[in-house]
């Protein structure tokens, strides 16, 4: 060891350690000659260490067939990747368009076109869905089965496994009946929520014989949620299963399997519900349930009603909403849906039978029923036939075919302005159709000349850079100009200018996105 550590010749770690946090003086040394010594003995305790047995090579990533998108846009992905932290701060936002908005969609363009994520680019892709939940459906579905190997090396990365059938493997062919049999009865929940999708969209009955296969040994809350997958192609064919369910002995089980055969209108459930419901509304009075029987309470009509609801007016709602839609015309004499919904109700029922008018539209996804309920979009929203709720109208315009849907949006946007408009647009297809687009844009620059704030309409302005039909561009470039002569006079002008300018932007580059995404010829 030499002169410099002498008098720690034979110490050990221990002693080395005690003495530099006492002093070296104790000991007769110097600060020199511990740290000497502290270098030799940690050599030594390395040189000791026995080599380690080399861990198992992971299998190599298995192969992707589907074709990588063109390069234009793959550096297009590595740009927003690269900056999906930027723009979500507060304060003013610039002109300058939000990436972390336009990373979802082009995902969500390059899935229809059926690319693959670039294999140096999925390592960045699993760190974006794992900052945020709301990329993860479509950045796995594009990362494919070499995200899910690379998720097995990286911990950090463990949440792709859990949307992924437990991360244990590729699920079985549905049509292969052994393996589908072992896997359900073996394997972890998630790997059985997977497959049972699986089989749903290969066949329904034999998802439904499934799970009946092993019902009765389920948790309470494992059949709940597997009931619950059973929304997915929901047919007559589950009858049978969902009835047996209404004896469950868990009460939310119960509950959404007699929602769920409500939902099919020629089930038996929905047929007791009509004869309830039809004895209690007519042209001429609406008498409520005057008890809650054992009948009721088996199809699924829940007792105690909450606080500030009286049980007969809570007991009739629950009847009304699961009773099938299309029995009231008998009852009215014939009538349609607009002209029962327009007709005045007997005893100031009107607000609870049409609420669960509404529910019912909704649950049987009846188009007719649920523009009756709307009624005009033009109509101060607390005057509508059926519900003042923007909540409950947008449900129910999602009932409604797009080109419908996105009609109606834009005659409310033209007649009550942006203030209300926010969830409605919500449920309108993407991108939106040309007078949907135009009236939103109008709304905007009426917002403007009123003298409002673009703050006002942030949700607005964020949903029409996503939006807005790119072609929409060219006209709201008019409008920029404008708002840059007004912006002389100061004011809000400033502020628009900026906000209709970002617009653009974002428009723009959403086509060039669009476009390079475009497959190569």
Known sequence: MGRAGEGYADADWEELVTAALLGTERRGGTPEALLDAAAV????RRAGLRPAPAARRPDPAP?????????????????????????????????????????PQWLAAAGRHGYRAPSALVPALLDAARARTDLRPQALALAGARGLWLARLNPEWRFALRGAAGGAGELPDPADGEGVARLWEEGLFAERVALLGTVRAHDGAAATRLLASTWA??????????????RTGLSMADEPFLEAALGDRSRNVRATAAELLSALPESALAGRMAERALACVGPEAVEPPAECDAGM???GVVKRPPAGRGERAWWLGQVVEAAPLSRWRERFGGLGPAEIVALPVPGGWAEEIHAAWCRAAVRQRDARWSKALLG???????????????????KLLETLPEGERAEWVAEFVRAHGLSEAFQLLGVCRVPWAGPL??????????????????????????????????????RLEGLVDAVEVADEEGGAAAYWAEAFQRLVATLRMRAAMLAELAPEA
Not at 69 to 80: F, V
Not at 376 to 394: F, H, N, Q, V
């Open 63 to 103: 192969r992707d067939p589907r074709p990588a998108p063109p390069e234009a846009a793959r550096r297009r992905l590595a740009h927003l990747l690269a900056d999906r932290t930027s723009g979500g701060g507060t304060g003013r936002r610039g002109a300058a368009p939000d990436l972390t908005e336009l990373l």
């Open 437 to 474: 687009g135009r009236a939103v844009v109008d709304a905007l620059d009426a917002a403007r000349v009123a003298g409002g704030y673009p703050w006002s309409f942030s949700g607005v302005m964020g949903l029409a850079e996503r939006c807005l039909d790119p072609a929409e561009a060219e």
């Open 217 to 230: 040994t389920e948790r309470a809350e494992d059949r709940l949620m597997f009931l619950d997958s059973l």
């Open 41 to 44: 003995r940690t050599l030594c």
């Open 376 to 394: 005009a979009a033009s109509a101060p929203p607390a005057a509508g036939p059926g519900t003042a709720s923007l909540a409950e109208r947008a």
């Open 297 to 299: 309470l088996r199809d």
